[in-house]
């Protein structure tokens, strides 16, 4: 398989075949693994704040280069899921054995451990990509959205950070800050963009709130601006997006899209069929189980009915284009998706 250029490897959608069959021609070109599912906050978005969804873990050396020595060319890695990454004693370690195999490193972090000692480790492994989910622009905002008053610790972390790149003259990682949008915070975006400029970030990412319609803390309806922006809303993604050419700050959403159009809906009556992910990138917890991708565990509840295989007991290549794999892919181009997927491109960019 031709290696994926880095650039390619940064977006969501790696290159794949056109024919999008239940085998899979190709090997994935991407993998995301959950580090750990150990968090140190309880934000009101996510599920694991709510719910169990494995015994708390964070993956083994051994599951780790298990999985990244069967894929020999891979291009992107992934190292979140719906932990935090920076509590894990051997996150350093890990992106530097995914480094010298020339693999795109990125990761999320809440910035909360983005602590003066853990800076020049984190530049000196080669981490190309560093995401800081803020998802506020004031303490209080903070406090409401992720659950423990943090906020002026993350910015003097990621201020810091951001400085001492400077310092040395470090390129990488490329910091961004991301805000999940949501109708309590969207009119801060503007504000966020001002914060992301006087902290030195130059890129800030709008991002989509994923749930799964338990209405559990602020994974709701009522906050989801999915295709029901006011006037007032689109006015300030419009008015951060003219602050960000102002100011130097580059504006944008998660899956691969501009801020305005990740939040429509569009003409596609079945959005989740134009999904590449199960033909390009495998998803693997920190237990070793293969889910459909990053945004499986927050559209539907519980593990069970979307796993797709096991690293602790099979091969990637049984997994890849096994039973549970050949039959989601199916499902998946179908007019009955699977569970994880029928609100994809709904509450989701694609």
């Given at each position: 398989m031709a290696?994926?250029?880095?650039?390619?490897?940064?977006?969501?959608?790696?290159?794949?075949?056109s024919e999008r069959a239940p085998v899979a021609v190709e090997p994935p070109v991407c993998v995301y693994l959950e580090v750990t599912n150990r968090c140190n906050l309880l934000c009101e978005t996510c599920p694991?704040?709510?719910?169990?969804?494995?015994p708390p873990a964070d993956m083994s050396w051994a599951l780790f280069t298990k999985i990244v020595d069967q894929l020999p060319g891979l291009a992107r890695a992934v190292l979140h899921g719906v932990g935090e990454p920076m509590?894990?004693?051997?996150?350093?370690?890990?992106?530097?054995?995914?480094?010298?195999?020339?693999?795109?490193?990125?990761?999320?972090?809440n910035g909360t451990l983005l602590a003066p000692r853990k800076r020049r480790e984190l530049i000196d492994s080669g981490l190309d990509?560093?995401?800081?989910?803020?998802?506020?622009?004031?303490?209080?905002?903070?406090?409401?959205?992720?659950?423990?008053?943090?906020?002026?610790?993350?910015?003097?972390?990621?201020?810091?950070?951001?400085?001492?790149?400077?310092?040395?003259?470090a390129a990488a990682p490329r910091v961004s800050l991301w805000l999940t949008g949501l109708k309590e915070t969207i009119a801060q975006l503007p504000d966020f963009v001002r914060l992301a400029a006087r902290l030195?970030?130059?890129?800030?990412?709008?991002?989509?709130?994923?749930?799964?319609?338990?209405?559990?803390?602020?994974?709701?309806?009522?906050?989801?601006?999915?295709?029901?922006?006011?006037?007032?809303?689109?006015?300030?993604?419009?008015?951060?997006?003219?602050?960000?050419?102002?100011?130097?700050?580059?504006?944008?959403?998660?899956?691969?899209?501009?801020?305005?159009?990740?939040?429509?809906?569009?003409?596609d009556k079945a959005p989740w069929s134009a999904c590449l992910r199960p033909w390009s990138l495998m998803y693997f917890t920190a237990h070793g189980r293969a889910l459909p991708c990053c945004i499986a565990p927050?559209?539907?509840?519980?593990?069970?009915?979307y796993t797709l295989g096991d690293a602790t007991q099979?091969?990637?290549?049984?997994?890849?284009?096994?039973?549970?794999?050949?039959?989601?892919?199916?499902?998946?181009?179908?007019?009955?998706?699977?569970?994880?997927?029928?609100?994809?491109?709904?509450?989701?960019?694609?």
């Open positions: 290696q994926t250029s880095p650039l390619t490897a940064r977006r969501y959608f790696e290159a794949v075949g694991r704040t709510f719910e169990t969804l494995e509590m894990v004693k051997d996150l350093p370690r890990m992106i530097r054995y995914l480094k010298a195999r020339g693999v795109y490193v990125l990761f999320n972090t990509e560093l995401r800081v989910s803020l998802d506020a622009a004031n303490p209080d905002s903070f406090l409401q959205v992720r659950g423990r008053n943090f906020f002026d610790r993350i910015l003097r972390n990621v201020g810091e950070f951001v400085a001492l790149q400077k310092e040395i003259g030195g970030v130059g890129e800030v990412y709008l991002q989509r709130l994923v749930f799964d319609g338990l209405e559990r803390g602020l994974a709701r309806d009522a906050s989801s601006l999915f295709d029901k922006t006011r006037t007032d809303e689109d006015a300030a993604i419009a008015a951060a997006q003219a602050l960000g050419d102002e100011l130097g700050v580059a504006l944008d959403a998660s899956g691969a899209t501009e801020p305005g159009l990740s939040l429509k809906r569009g003409d927050f559209s539907a509840r519980g593990y069970d009915s099979e091969t990637l290549r049984e997994i890849w284009n096994g039973r549970a794999y050949r039959e989601f892919r199916a499902a998946l181009v179908s007019d009955a998706p699977p569970a994880p997927c029928r609100n994809c491109g709904l509450r989701w960019s694609l």
